[in-house]
């Protein structure tokens, strides 16, 4: 009788695209989490939300909003000032006119991306991703039903975009390439010259390009280009963006995505269901944000290339582990399989044995499988605590 019940509730397939190997990409993190309230001195470098504060001048924005009385719906799109100001400024960006209209908010880049990614792929199409890719992408990618078709991009040449690799994986099928580049986790740059191939690859086969740039700012070694600065890609292109990284925003959930001009009310369609709405008080800070020049901005990227640079010499000094040096991001990849262990025992074993909280690597594709992400996301002192923890443990597991 039981089993007869179970039949009838039956739920939709979309639960199974939701539930893939990303889906358990923060459990270390998450039990983690849990031990920090028993547990003295975890260290968490799993989920991308570091220890700096939203600057104050964007936090009273939001506060003298709140006492305007600012809590009511908003237009379904965004509110006009914000979509303005990025409008503006993604022009300047990007050396062409982005209309207002082409903008459309969202609560998060990650709610933004999703709603592209429905809007553009569905059952019988293809969408391309690069590996290494952010945990959510293959869930994103698949959400309508499209069927996800993974280029790795090999470790050797620092996950440097190669578009003909990209080129073999094209079938007639294949209707999305989401990019994302300064990359995560690997925090790759990639070149003006790649991306020129890409944009004249997309547009030679008719396909969309999604360009997820939400670590846009914090480049390190190199200048982000952007796919949508090529001539001709904003017939094509969608850039996904917000201010969780650049302006220590993660909470606020404000994000959004620049469309083709013809192609933006889609967007405002599917928002109008989704949403009906962003929290006006949350879009009247986030134009605080983008109206000013805020010099914790430029200090928090100084920042996390200092810190970078003292996670990155500290874990090269660890035999058997391999160091992939990001560009730019919050994140580098470290590869251990030559400690005999994929990224999942890894990274189980290190909280377990030391109290160090990283990102197992099956998460962002299997072609990495063997490596555990680890964020520049705590002070230098932590930082050198959490290598002088993992050279601890690796000198053990070694010596067993």
Known sequence: MAEQATDLWKLSAAV???????????????????????????????????????????????????????????????????????????????????????????PGAQCALF????????????????????????????????????VPLPAETGFALDVSRVAEALTSRTRVILLNSPGNPAGRLYRRADLGQLVALCRER?????????????????????????????????????????????????????????????????????????????????????????PEVDEMTATFKRRRDVLCDGLAAIPSLDVHRPDAGMFLLLGVGRTGMDGATFAESLLDEVGVAVVPGFAFGGSVRDSVRIGFLRDEATLKEAVRRIASFVERRNAA
């Open 206 to 294: 008719g396909i969309w390009l999604v360009s997820d740039e939400v670590y846009w700012s914090l480049a390190f070694d190199g200048e982000h280009k952007s796919p949508l600065s090529e001539e001709g890609a904003e017939d094509f292109c969608f850039v996904v963006n917000s201010l969780s990284k650049s302006h220590a925003m993660t909470g606020w959930r404000i994000g959004w995505s620049i469309a083709p001009a013809a192609r933006a009310g889609h967007l405002v369609d599917l928002a109008q269901c989704l949403l009906f709405g962003v929290n006006q008080f949350v879009q009247d800070a986030a134009a605080e944000a983008l109206e000013r020049e805020f």
């Open 16 to 106: 199974r695209r939701f539930s893939g190997p990303g889906s358990k990409a923060w459990e270390v993190t998450n039990r983690a989490a849990a031990l920090e309230s028993t547990v003295e001195g975890i260290i968490q470098l799993g989920v991308g939300d570091p220890d700096f504060d939203t600057p104050a001048a964007i936090r009273e924005a939001a506060i003298a909003a709140l006492r305007a009385g600012r809590t009511h719906y908003s237009p379904i799109a965004g509110e006009p000032r914000l979509r303005e100001r990025i409008a503006s400024q993604a022009s300047a960006r990007h050396g062409k006119r982005i209309a207002p209209d082409q903008v459309v908010i969202f």
């Open 115 to 150: 709603a592209t990614m429905l809007c553009l792929a569905e059952r019988g199409d293809e969408v391309v991703l690069l590996e290494p890719a952010y945990a959510t992408y293959d869930a994103v990618a698949q959400a309508g039903g499209a069927t996800l078709v993974g």
